[in-house]
C-alpha cells in the first residue's frame, strides 16, 4: 500500500539555524500539507500546497517557513533561522480527489529539536 | 472558521469492552468531510475511519463505528471490543473539502486496561 515518507526521522539543531524537511508524499496525490504538533497540543494546520503554489497558510506560516516541490515527487518545508518554540512534530499529509473520500494520508512525522 | 471539540481529555476502558469518545464541530458548510485519527507513542497519525457528510449512514470499519448526528454536528467514535492496541490519542478532524485544511479537535487520550 502506497504510503507518505518523511525524512530524517528527528532533527537536531541549533538556534537561529536553517533546517530542511522532506517529504514524499504517495505518487498520484495532488494535494500536499504540511502540520505541526508541539508536544502534548493539538495538531495545527501549517500550509496546504496545490498546483505547485500556497493555497492556504496558517498564521503560524510567516516569512521564517517555505514550501518547495523541487522536482516531481519531494515536498519540503524550510524553516529559515529557527527559534526555541519551533521544536515540535512535523507532519506530512497529502490527498487527492480522484477517489472521492478527500482523505489526507499523513507520514509519519518529523521531530524537530531546536536547542 | 471551522471548530473542533474534544470534551474527553482522558479516557480509559476495560479490555473487551466498549468505548465512546465525543467530538462535536462547528461548521457553516453543507458538505464536509469528519474523520477520527489514532495517534499511538509512536507519534504516527494514522486514519481509523472517515465519514462524509451527505452520508447519512453512518460509516463503520471493523470495530470502530460512528454516531454522525448532522443536525447536532456531533461525530463519536465508538470502538467495540477493545483491545490493548487501541491505548493511543485519538483525534477528530474535520475538512469542508480536498485542498482544505484539516481542523483538529484537542485530542482524547485512551487507557485500555488489561
Known amino acids: 500500500e502506497p504510503e507518505v515518507t518523511q525524512t530524517p526521522s528527528h532533527q537536531v539543531t541549533q538556534m537561529g539555524q536553517e533546517v530542511i524537511l522532506r517529504c514524499v508524499p504517495i505518487s498520484n496525490h495532488l494535494y500536499f500539507y504540511w502540520y505541526r504538533q508541539i508536544l502534548g497540543q493539538k495538531v495545527e494546520f501549517l500550509v496546504s500546497?496545490?498546483?505547485?503554489?500556497?493555497?492556504?497558510k496558517s498564521e503560524i506560516f510567516d516569512d521564517q517557513f517555505s514550501v518547495e516541490r523541487p522536482d516531481g515527487s519531494n515536498f519540503t518545508l524550510k524553516i529559515r533561522s529557527t527559534k526555541l518554540e519551533d521544536s515540535a512534530m512535523y507532519f506530512c499529509?497529502?490527498?487527492?480527489?480522484?477517489?472521492?473520500?478527500?482523505?489526507?494520508?499523513f507520514g509519519p512525522g518529523t521531530r524537530l529539536t531546536v536547542l | 472558521a471551522q471548530t473542533v471539540t474534544q470534551s474527553q481529555p482522558e479516557m480509559s476502558v476495560q479490555e473487551a469492552e466498549t468505548v465512546t469518545l465525543s467530538c462535536t464541530y462547528d461548521?457553516?458548510?453543507?458538505?464536509?468531510?469528519l474523520f477520527w485519527y489514532k495517534q499511538p507513542p509512536s507519534r504516527q497519525m494514522i486514519l481509523v475511519i472517515r465519514q462524509e457528510a451527505y452520508k447519512q449512514q453512518n460509516a463503520t470499519e471493523n470495530r470502530f463505528s460512528v454516531n454522525f448526528q448532522k443536525a447536532a454536528k456531533s461525530f463519536s467514535l465508538k470502538i467495540s471490543d477493545s483491545q490493548l492496541g487501541d491505548t493511543a490519542m485519538y483525534f477528530c478532524a474535520h475538512t469542508p473539502n480536498a485542498g482544505n485544511m484539516l481542523t483538529f479537535g484537542g485530542g482524547t487520550r485512551l487507557m485500555v486496561k488489561p
Open positions: 461548521t457553516s458548510e453543507s458538505n464536509y468531510y
Open positions: 499529509a497529502s490527498t487527492t480527489r480522484a477517489d472521492g473520500t478527500d482523505t489526507q494520508y
Open positions: 500546497f496545490y498546483n505547485n503554489e500556497i493555497s492556504e
